[in-house]
């Protein structure tokens, strides 16, 4: 009975959608107050019936019921009931019933937010991400229906969550990254309702951009909880793999790092508007892209559940929908909005701009790399993979490359600046950076390593931009008080992220350079030397967990003579579907982690082991960890607040562009 | 000069100037370091570049994993069930690394047609089989496959 409960439930959100997408949009034209008022209740509607779909589900998932044919295939009695909620979204059909609610939950929060503005502008918006709710909805009743029932061969216990997602790190990755994932269609909904409208101007930029900057940030968070997911549970240590559906994930969030860019220059100067509109567009495109690539099954990797083509062919029309509908309405409506407004080529503007073109390029560079085996496969050209080389060498100098303009870009000033006032204001401590550069990678091993010191240099050099753009607020009001009061929301965040970014290179540079790895076989005794710390491998036990059964290495690891921490890394089988997982044992800390991860067990009482040593490996997360509260703080700006207050000024049609 | 087209100016030379350095990096990059697929029959046919980095796939033979007792080194053989090749690998294998399960291995051929590989990729979850194996798998005749669980 639950799961038709869901079932229809989930049925009447798609007949709502269907309203909502139609309804206010004509309202919108036909200036028809009462359809474009429907808007905010019909969003809320379909909030509602998708969240009642949603416990449904998750009901039956707690409940083990098994007639229900995903909870058979991706649950087991045995399993913890924290990972038996989880597990909802571990497979294909419940991970998109969780992309539908969110969806629905961005839907609800402009309605309920967005009462500041315009009503038709708030009945466009709903609509238009009503037709993207209508999409998915469809999508998930058509060809992926997670209620299906097993009837009558209902099997007496679950095959079990797949043991790498029983982890409390897949409990919260995959929401966090489609808040941001979906998140993006709030910036292109705003995009495609301002195109209709003909109107794009600083308030447009302005009602879009604390979305952007919250979507993108909890993109960044999702991108990082992923990357410590696959670095501690993967059980080899790595942190990023270049993977297509890493890949999938990290486009739209180079393309939302340009957006969020280019929407201040349009909210401050009223530029780069038709751009920004472009890149509002792209940046919800890649996500479906994304989501086409991660669904259809066309890639190898651990989030391609078993698939079917149909699947596939049904994201890629409505790629194509999404993509070219947004595409020819841009192409028919931007030369309406282009801009007059003018800057020099040393300027504010003229940086944000090189961020842009930077941040594209990288996008562009990146789905070069994940779509070519793609492409070459379709028209049977071979087989081909691209690997990380390909990624690192064409990613890593473009981020290089932007470092020095993100040192000066907190300090320029809009529309006209001076490369001598840069040059007076950074030239001095900007040389004391690289002096601290070279010290830094001398000290750092034996010998000099440049990479080292690059990493220095630029990460030094972005926050020197940082402090200097501080110490210039604070000291913004004279007489040698200190102004608190200048350092706004804003800068906050767009400081916080930019020093995330320095760590998140630094991070990087350095445990790529000064890794140490070893594997090799070791028996109980023995003892291996590994980045000046003393790994002893004193005995070898058995566990029983909740749903599996585990062998144990006690390690003990020294340093001096003095000892450090224990360390158990398992190996264990879990008992429903008989798999082999590798948990590895980290001893963390800030400046360098010691991993030891188990392999199998070679002849008699000795396994094969793996021990690394990681530098600074903490810092990419902790920087991924800034640049995603960075941008979530820059939501509390007053700015953004004085929303509700102008709302009369805007309707009386009485507020000229406010630059 | 007119600051609008100016502004336009720097843009254009900026593109321009940024794209073809991302040409440049991008075909410089796909030069090395696109490994192609084959499956054991090609290899065995000589198909196959003996000088640089390739990806074999298929199902590891039963019976066919020997592992040193001394160290990491573990050859194996893979086949497509119409031809197989050896391969050798020292270090840590992949949890799902099995004895008639599907596999990719990445690395060059020696002269004895032996692959030497630097990376082995097995499925992450049971009834998931990597597109490229199952496509090398394609109309060969196989032992019968286990019926999917539901």
């Known amino acids: ?659 | 000069m007119h600051p609008a087209r100016k502004q336009r100016l720097v843009l254009v030379c900026l593109v321009v100037l940024l794209s073809s350095a991302a040409i440049g990096l991008v075909a410089f990059a796909l030069r090395d370091n696109i490994n192609l697929f084959y499956p054991p029959s090609d290899v065995v046919a000589g198909k196959a570049p003996a000088d640089r980095s390739i990806r074999l796939g298929g199902m590891v033979v039963e019976g066919s994993i020997e592992r040193s007792d001394t160290d990491l080194e573990t050859t194996f053989w893979v086949t497509d069930y119409a031809a197989s090749v050896a391969v050798r690998y020292s270090g840590i294998l992949p949890d799902l690394f099995a004895e008639g399960e599907g596999v990719v291995a990445e690395g060059t051929l020696d002269e004895q047609g032996v692959l030497n590989a630097t990376q082995v990729l097995a499925k992450h979850d049971e009834n998931y089989m990597p597109p490229e194996v199952a496509a090398a798998l394609e109309g060969k005749a196989g032992p019968p496959r286990r019926p999917e669980s539901p």
């Open chain 1, 1 to 659: 009975m639950i799961p038709e409960l869901g079932h229809v439930a989930l049925i009447i959100a798609f007949m709502l959608a269907v309203g909502l997408a139609l309804l206010p949009l004509w309202g919108s034209f036909s200036r028809d107050t009462a359809k474009m008022n429907l808007a905010p209740s019909l969003a809320i509607g379909v909030m509602l019936f998708v969240t009642i779909a949603f416990s449904m589900l998750a009901t039956s998932f707690l409940n083990d019921d098994f007639t229900v044919a995903v909870v058979a295939a991706n649950s087991n009695s045995l399993l913890p009931p924290i990972f038996k909620f989880s597990a909802l979204w571990g497979n294909h059909e419940g991970s998109l019933l969780l992309w539908v609610l969110i969806l629905s939950g961005w839907m609800t929060a402009v309605a309920f937010f967005s009462r500041g503005l315009p009503l038709i502008m708030v009945a466009r918006v709903l609509s238009v991400m009503g037709m993207i709710a209508v999409g998915f909805l469809a999508f998930s009743l058509l060809t992926s229906n997670p209620f299906e029932r097993l009837l009558p061969n209902t099997p007496m216990d679950g095959n079990d969550l797949n043991p790498l997602l029983q982890d409390p790190g897949l409990i919260i990755h995959p929401p966090l990254l489609y808040m941001g994932y979906v998140g993006l269609s709030v910036p292109f909904a705003f995009a495609i309702a301002a195109l209709l409208g003909g109107r794009l101007d600083a308030s447009w930029a302005r009602w879009s951009r604390p979305w952007t900057n919250v979507a993108w940030g909890f993109l960044s968070l999702g991108i990082m909880l992923g990357s410590w997911w696959a670095y501690y549970e993967l059980g080899w240590g790595g942190w990023w793999f270049w993977d297509p559906v890493e890949n999938a994930s990290f486009m739209p969030w180079l393309m939302g790092t340009a957006l969020v860019h280019s929407l201040a220059v349009t909210e401050k100067r009223g530029v780069f508007r038709s751009w920004t509109v472009l890149l509002a567009i792209f940046a919800f495109s890649l996500s479906l892209l994304g989501t086409f690539l991660v669904r259809s099954g066309v890639l190898t990797s651990v989030h391609a559940f078993a698939s079917d083509p149909e699947r596939g062919l049904f994201i890629l029309i409505f790629l194509a929908l999404v993509v070219g509908g947004s595409l020819l309405l841009y192409a028919m409506r931007a030369p309406v909005v282009a801009s007059r407004v003018t800057y020099g080529p040393v300027s504010r503007e003229s940086l944000l701009m090189v961020n842009n073109l930077v941040f594209t390029v990288a996008t562009t560079v990146v789905l070069l790399g994940t779509l070519f085996p793609l492409v070459m496969d379709a028209f049977s050209l071979g087989k081909y993979s691209v690997g990380p080389p390909y990624f690192n060498a064409v990613f890593v100098p473009l981020m290089a490359l932007v470092t020095p303009f993100m040192m000066v870009g907190p300090l320029s000033r809009w529309r006209d600046d001076s490369v001598r006032r840069w040059v007076n204001e950074l030239l001095i401590p900007a040389l004391g950076v690289a002096v601290i550069a070279v010290a830094a990678a001398l000290m750092s091993s034996d010998r000099f390593n440049i990479w080292i010191a690059l990493s220095v240099l630029l990460a030094g050099w972005v926050t020197l931009g940082v402090l200097r753009d501080l110490i210039r607020r604070l000291l913004s009001g004279g007489q040698g008080k200190l102004r608190w009061r200048a350092l706004s929301p804003s800068f906050l965040g767009m400081s916080l992220a930019h020093l995330g970014f320095a760590a998140v290179m630094l991070g990087a540079v350095v445990v790529t350079q000064q890794n140490q790895e070893r594997d090799l076989r070791m028996a109980v005794g023995d003892v291996e030397e590994l980045g000046g710390y003393r790994f002893e491998l004193k005995r070898l036990g058995q566990l029983a967990g909740p749903n599996y059964i585990a062998d144990q290495a006690v390690f003990e690891v020294s340093r001096a003579g003095e000892l450090l921490t224990v360390l158990v890394p398992e190996k264990r089988r879990y008992l429903a579907s008989g798999q082999i997982m590798t948990e590895a044992a980290i001893d963390a800390s800030l400046w360098r982690d010691l991993y030891v991860a188990l392999g199998e067990p070679i002849g008699k009482d000795a396994w094969a082991v793996r021990l690394q040593y990681k530098p600074m490996v903490r810092f990419l997360w902790l920087g991924a960890l800034l640049i995603g509260l960075g941008a979530l703080v820059t939501v509390f700006d007053r700015r953004y607040r004085a929303q509700s207050r102008v709302k009369a000024t805007i309707e009386s049609g009485a507020l000229s562009v406010a630059s």
